[in-house]
């Protein structure tokens, strides 16, 4: 048979690696747009070397699950990119619509080399801060970094998902792309 050229083999690898991580997660819709789809070429961004942070604000939460029996839950959200996390403060009696203070639902996430297939997604992980027992987990929302870095900002509302393809609410998020040594001053027209 005919064997396609170098390059062309390449990006068929890259798509497969890409399908094959993404294929349990289901787009993050905002605005009419999936911003949690691979760029509009097919190709997410991967071994690029990217320097810098994303600073994320928690806003709040609607129609969250409660994982509580009795009472209202004590939310708290961990965001991950690749090997790199940070916990929002916990909302107490939160709820199923938790509203974070300005000063407990920012976090700071750095981005220090290259966006794999395995790093490209941003992950916002819901918890319920439980004082007997291990926290539980509410629910999980993915946004593409690759697509953050090329917007710089967003701010919207993202599905939330529990156990796959769920929805279990929605969480209002804003999100900055601050490349390394940029000392800009956030804005506040998002």
């Known amino acids: 048979g005919t064997r396609a050229p170098p390059g062309v083999a390449v990006m068929q690898g890259v798509r497969d690696r890409w399908r094959s991580h993404a294929s349990h997660v289901v787009g993050c819709l905002s605005g ?3 911003i949690s789809e691979p760029d509009p070429l097919g190709v997410p961004l991967l071994d690029v070397d990217v320097r810098g942070h994303f600073e994320v604000v928690i806003v709040e939460g609607k129609e969250l699950k409660n994982m509580e029996l009795f009472g209202q839950q004590d ?60 926290d539980d987990f509410v629910g999980e929302a993915c946004l593409n970094a690759s697509t953050l870095i090329a917007m710089e900002a967003f701010a919207g509302e993202v599905q939330v998902y529990r156990r796959g393809t769920k929805p279990r609410g929605r969480l209002s998020v804003e999100v ?12 506040e027209d998002l």
């Not at 965001?79 to 509203?99: D, H, I």
């Not at 601050?178 to 000392?183: E, H, I, K, L, V």
Request: glycine share 14%; with cysteine; charged share 20%.
């Open 32 to 34: 009419g747009a999936y």
């Open 75 to 134: 939310p708290y959200c961990i965001v991950v990119l690749g090997a790199a996390s940070a916990r929002t403060k916990t909302v107490p009696y939160g709820g199923k619509n938790p509203k974070w203070p300005a000063d407990g639902g920012t976090v700071e996430v750095p981005c220090g080399g290259a966006l794999e297939s395995g790093t490209n997604l941003l992950h916002i992980r819901i918890f319920d801060a439980d004082k007997c027992r291990e």
């Open 176 to 187: 900055r792309w601050r490349p390394a040594g940029d000392s800009a001053v956030p804005s």
